[in-house]
Structure formats: structure tokens, C-alpha cells
């Protein structure tokens, strides 16, 4: 099995294996956040808005807190928050869809319509005020997040299981008296895994920018470190414009974010390469 | 019913023979009626009494124990002193025996030959007598000069007219003839027969005919009797029992005949009559197809199944597997509704295999899916063995019924390997252990000629060729031993010798175990090689249904003589 996987991550073009590279170090930045960075991240370990140089790698921003720290305990924020909604979504939307693909009927019927709803409902605008009545933490951010991403695998799940029901061999298996979670493990699970896993990787970073859009917008957990909260109070900070300050303090949680989505980007292209020419697979 | 009503009535009649050891019940409880002018014919194989049988009603059984009653004309001849029966012999009853050159006497001329029951049974002057001779000689089709040579100057075909012409002689009442076409070139044979029915329908007398030749037994019969270890299997009307046959052996001498299914292969039937000696149960149970313990229990009473039709068997019968009545299938487009299946009635015997032909789009595929329970009928029932068919019960069982899907590119799914496929069926129902299933999914492989070596069982669907997956896909149909096969165009796919290897695999099943099969298929070439029965389907409806000879022989329809047209027109 790793060794199979081993393989089809050779065949990546370059910007996909610098995706995988990337993602990579932020997953070990994240778990090894205390280890790497020296001074705690959430207490002031030196003078405020000091630049980027001697003990603080990234400088400091205006309580004197470490901002390499802060970046690698945010990295943890952004990884939760992109996979487990991507995880969440796709659970719950791969099986609604399965449902209401394989049942069809009133189910169907009624899960379509809900999902055109959801899809046609502006999502930021109403996750803030789902967030702002919710109130800040992160298992909400996620949870609401959640909710809005759940139509999208559902959508094709539903539409590859619809195709899937009328083969002859599924037919088949259906006259030996196979029962649905027969089907569903041994046969749709199989051919629908690599749509919606390829989807999950586009979901994570829409989740990602969308906590740091939340977090931004001061909406977010206000005791993680996520990387727009930083954003949130740079921009707070009167006359970040006019001095130095932004060259380090809103710059480089900018940067991680921006590095983040592109390479979740690059990745989710070539798993869509990958699995499109060989759906047959 | 007086006993006057019937010239011959032979009530539980039993004839051992004690000479050898142990005794040989030759004949075992045979009960028949005849009555005046009536033919009926005895078929079977050798050896299963009919020439016992024959010589019994003569009275000419001398190292045997005759048991049970032959009431001519209201006298039981069973137990009368020679000299009685001897009034009987000739005057009333007569026989043409088989073996015509150890029949005649080598010494003695024809005509001193015919002449000798005429001398024996009627008082008449030397010149009567030959005159008669020569009348009998004309009657029975040969010049009146040849009275005068021995039996050893006449060919075979003569020698049979002239003991044809000694049987009629003091005029009978019944005549009892004995394989009267073995050994004749097939001019002689049709002259045999012409003149046998000439000679019926001139002279009235009533007739026993014993032969192998089902196409004489066909000519000259009114109703046909099958005869299995000396046990009457059934009786019927003539062209009712050729037609459609209701005991497994009846169907089995059927399908050895080569004169009636012309396109068929020959299959007998496998095994071989038990020795003699009184069997209990069912006689014909070990040979049979469709045989189960029970069966050996207790002998089959002679019962009547149909209208005029007698079957000794404990299931009345060659079984019904399948039965569809009054099948509708309407599919609703946006804008038009199409009625895929009109108001069909099918039925599907035990051991059968019935070709469904038509034109595309007729509604053959939307039956079989109908009929082996994967798409919901709009109006109708199917019935597999007398058991309405809801829900899958049908095809999840071990012998049951199977269904194999026209397209083999759709019917394997492309992420499995062929050993995984194969044994999938087995998997779902839960039978056995891993390895049981795994022998079992090999043995399905290897009747189907498919390679069952470790890297071709470890290969994936989508690297197989069309005609490996259909065949994959038959193999994966017959694992679970099915009884009946609906098989949707199996072998479009398939090289004409794959193909002639599967359908004989198939065939030896149907003639070994009752395999059925319902074959739809466009190739009317092979429908004519495989199959016992056919249903022609236009349009959503069933024009045409009959046993296969007389369909591809003498089509009624305007569209299946159509059909018939189109295919055959080449004869290639």
C-alpha cells in the first residue's frame, strides 16, 4: 500500500511535490511547535514590535510576544481547522450522498433541494453571523464551517453512486442478496473514495482561508493563535501604515497563509490529474 | 365400461423369467386398454420388456411366470390350457415377429409357410389355400410367383411382407407387430409403413406397435405407451407425447432421435437400466435429472397429469421451474411511453433450453430482467418452482435461478480481481469457508475455459478482454450451481470455439442434472443447434411459441417466417 503510494507521488509534476514539501514541514512545524520555537506564545517574552533579528527570529509584535511562536502555534489552528472540516464534511457529505443516491425516492428529492439551498445561500456572510451567534471557540468555527462545505462532496457522491447503481454488476451482486452496507463498503466506497478525497484537499484550504477570514473579521477563537487573529491585530494596531511594523508583523502570517493555500492548491491538481485519466481505476 | 367396449384389456400384468438367477421380472404391473381398430405404440430401449411384453399377450411366454389378467373380448387368457389359447392364436390375435430370417422356416417355401396357419385354423381344399396365398402375397405388396422359393432368395424387405402377410392371414382382430423397420434402407421402410396403414384402414384391425423408430411410431399411431423396466412411464396421444413430453425418459429417447430435432447434437441419456431384479422406488430414479431421495422410496403410481396423459412419477412430471403470466412493463419517457412488454406468459420446464429470439428492441432483455426479479413488473407474476418470485429469494439460493447481463464490460466491475469476482456471489450469501469458496470459484472457472493460474486469478477486470469477461461473468453465474440460466446474448462476445466449448458444457449440464436455460440471443443458427423450445417475441409480445422442429421447420407467423428468412438466407 506504501509502496503504491510511493509511486503515484513520483509521478507529480514539481510544483505538486513542492505542495507535498510544504504541507509537509507546516504538519511538523505544528507538532513540534514547542521544540522549535524558544519563547512562549502567549505570554510577552521581550519588547514590543521589535524587528525581525537577534532572539526573535520574526520579531515581536505589540505585547511583546514572539511571532515565530505565534505562526507555529497558529499552523496548528489552520491544519485543525482545514482537515477537520474537510474530515467532517466529506464524512457526512459522502454519506448523504450515498443515501440519497442509492435510495432514491422522496429522500433524494428532499436532499437535493436542501443542497441547492445551501449552495445558493451566501456562505461568508452567514457563517459570521452563525459565528457571532455561536460565539467564539474553535470547535463552532469548525462545526459552521462544516455545515456550508458538507454540499459539495454530497453532490458527487450523489452523482457517481447514481451512475455506479445501474451497472450490471452491481445489479448482480443486488440479485445475491447483497445489502446496502455490502455495496457500500466493498463497491462505492472504492470507486468514490478518490473524487471525494481530491475534494476534501480543495475544501481544507477554503476552510483554512475561510477561519482566517472569520478570525480576521475578530470573529475567531480569540486565545488561538491563528494566523488571522495576527492578521486581525495588525490591522487593529493604529499606524500600521505608516511604520515599519507591517514589514514583519503582518507579512509574514500573510505569508505562511498564502504558502499554505498554494500548496494545498498544487497538491489537490495533481491528485485531480491523477485520478481523472484513471477513474476507470 | 363393460368389458365388451375393449378388444384387449390388460389388467397389472407380470412376466418373470425363472430360468435365469436371479429371476428377471421382465415385465412389472403393466395395465393398458386397447380397443377395436385403435393403434397404440410401445417405445423404449432394449431390454425394458417390450418383446416380453408382445409375446406375453400371445401367450407364448414358455420359461416365465405370467402374472395378472389379458382379457380378450371379456376371456382372460392368463392360465388357459395351450390347447385354448392355441383357438386364439392367428384367428384373433397375431403377431409379426422381429428377426424375419430366423422367423421363417429355412426348409419350407413361402407359400408353404403362409399357408400353414391357414391349414391350421381353416378347413379348406390345397387349391383354397393357395389361392388365398396369393391373394395375401398381393395384398401385401409382392408378385405371386415367389411363393414358390425359399425365405434365403428373398431380400430383407420381402421376408417382412411376408410375415406381414402370415400374421393377416385368418384375418385378426389385433396385430401386434414387432420393430417392422430395423434394418430396412429407408425406401423400405416407407413402403413398411404405407402398407401397414393401408392394410389398417382397409382390414380395421387393431394394432400394437413395438418399435425404436419414433418417426413410425409418429406415422402409425394413435397413442404411444413408454415403457421403462417393464413399468409403463407413460401414455398418451401420440402427437401430444412427441410433442410435448412429461416424463424425463419419454424426453430423453426424444432427444436421441435425430429424426425429430435435425439440428440438434445426439445426447443420450446417461447410465444404464438397472438389471432386473424388482427395484424398489422410483426404477428409472438413478438416471433420472430431477431425482431426489424420495423418489426411491416408493414406485410411482400410473396417474393422470393432463388430459389424456398418463405419467408414473412421484412429481407428476417433468417440473415447471419457471412460469410467467400476464408480464407488463411500461418505461414513461418525458414526452412518450414506450410498452416494452405486452401482456407475455412464459413457461420453462426442467431440463429445457428455450431460445428467445426477436428483433432489437422487442422487450427480451426487459423480460428476462422482469423474470429473474431485478426490475419490478407494472403487471404480472413469475413463479419459480410454483413459488412466486418477490424480493431475491430466487437467485441468492444455491440452485437456483441465475440471470447473466447482456453487457460484460458493465458486468464485472473493474476494481476487482477475477478470483474476487467469481466468488463474490458465494461471499454475499455466506456459504462455506474461504477456501471451500475458492475451490469452487476455480471449478467455475474451469468450465468455462478461463486460465486458473495464480497471476491470472490475481488480475484485475479492467485487463481482461470482452470475450474473458463475458466469460468471467458466466463463471461467476454458474458458481452458485444455479438450475435455471437466463443468459442475456452470453456469447456475442466469444470466438465461435469458445463458444461451441461453453454451450456444450452447458448442454451436458441440461442433459446430466435438469439445467434449464433461457437463451435470447439474435444468432437463429445456434437457437437452431441448442434449443428445445422456442417463443418468438415482436414488439413487446410473444407471436410464436412451440417445440423448436416445428418452428424453424414450419413457421406460422408472418414475422417469424420473416425472422426465418432473414437469418437462413445465406446458409452460411
Sequence with gaps: ?281 | MTADQYLLEIKNLSITYHAVHPPVKAVDGVSLQLRKGESLGIIGESGCGKSTLALGIMGLIKQGIVEGEIIYRGQNLVGLPEKRLRNYRWKDMAMVFQNSLEVLNPVLSIGEQIGEPLRAHYNLSPMEIDQKVVKLLEMAGLEPEWRHYYPHQLSGGMRQRVLLAMALSCDPELLIVDEPTTSLDPAGKNEILQLLQKLQKKLGFAMILISHDLGAVKKLTSRVMTLYCGRVVELGITSEVLKNPMHCYTRGLLNSSPNFFKYKDLWGIGGEPPLGDSVEGCAFYPRCCQGEESCRKTRPPLRYVALERMVACHKGGIETFLRAEGIRKKYILKDREIEAVKGVSLEIKSGEVVALVGESGSGKSTLAHILAGVLPADAGQVFFKNKKVEGRWATKMLGGMQIIFQDPFSATSHRMKVLEVVREPLDIIKWGSKEEREEEAIKALQKVQLPVSPEFLNRYCCALSGGQRQRLAIARALVTKPKLLIADEVTSMLDPSTQANLLRELKGLQNRHGFAMLYITHDLHLARKIADKVYVMYRGEIVETGVSFEIFENPEHVYTKRLLREAFRDLV
Design chain 1, 1 to 281: 500500500m506504501l509502496v503504491k503510494i510511493v509511486e503515484r507521488v513520483k509521478e507529480f509534476s514539481l510544483p505538486g511535490k513542492a505542495g507535498l514539501v510544504v504541507i509537509l514541514v507546516v504538519l511538523l512545524v505544528a507538532i513540534l511547535a514547542p521544540c522549535i520555537s524558544i519563547h512562549p506564545h502567549n505570554i510577552s517574552s521581550g519588547p514590543p514590535l521589535v524587528p525581525p533579528g537577534g532572539g526573535h527570529p520574526l520579531g515581536t509584535d505589540e505585547l511583546g510576544v514572539d511571532l515565530w511562536a505565534q505562526i507555529c502555534y497558529g499552523a496548528r489552528v489552520s491544519l485543525l481547522v482545514g482537515f477537520g472540516t474537510a474530515l467532517l464534511a466529506a464524512l457526512g457529505g459522502g454519506l448523504m450522498g450515498i443515501v440519497s443516491g442509492y435510495l432514491g425516492g422522496w429522500p433524494d428529492k428532499v436532499l437535493m433541494r436542501l443542497i441547492d439551498i445551501m449552495i445558493i445561500l451566501p456562505d461568508l456572510p452567514v457563517m459570521i453571523v452563525l459565528a457571532a451567534f455561536f460565539g467564539p471557540s474553535l470547535l463552532n468555527i469548525i462545526l459552521v464551517l462544516a455545515l456550508f462545505s458538507w454540499v459539495f462532496p454530497a453532490r458527487i457522491v450523489r452523482s457517481q453512486i447514481l451512475m455506479l447503481k445501474e451497472r450490471s454488476y452491481i445489479k448482480a451482486a443486488e440479485t445475491y442478496g447483497a445489502g446496502v452496507w455490502y455495496l457500500m463498503w466493498k463497491h462505492f466506497l472504492p470507486e468514490v473514495f478518490p473524487l471525494v478525497a481530491v475534494n476534501m484537499i480543495r475544501l481544507s484550504g477554503r476552510a483554512i482561508v475561510a477561519e482566517a477570514g472569520l478570525s480576521f473579521l475578530g470573529l475567531g477563537d480569540p486565545t488561538s493563535k491563528s494566523w488571522g487573529l495576527i492578521i486581525h491585530h495588525a490591522t487593529n494596531f493604529k499606524g500600521i501604515y505608516y511604520t515599519d511594523f507591517w514589514k514583519w508583523w503582518l507579512l509574514y502570517p500573510w505569508l505562511a497563509l498564502i504558502i499554505m493555500v498554494i500548496s494545498l492548491a498544487f497538491i489537490s491538481r495533481e491528485l485531480e490529474r491523477m485520478v481523472d485519466p484513471r477513474l476507470g481505476r
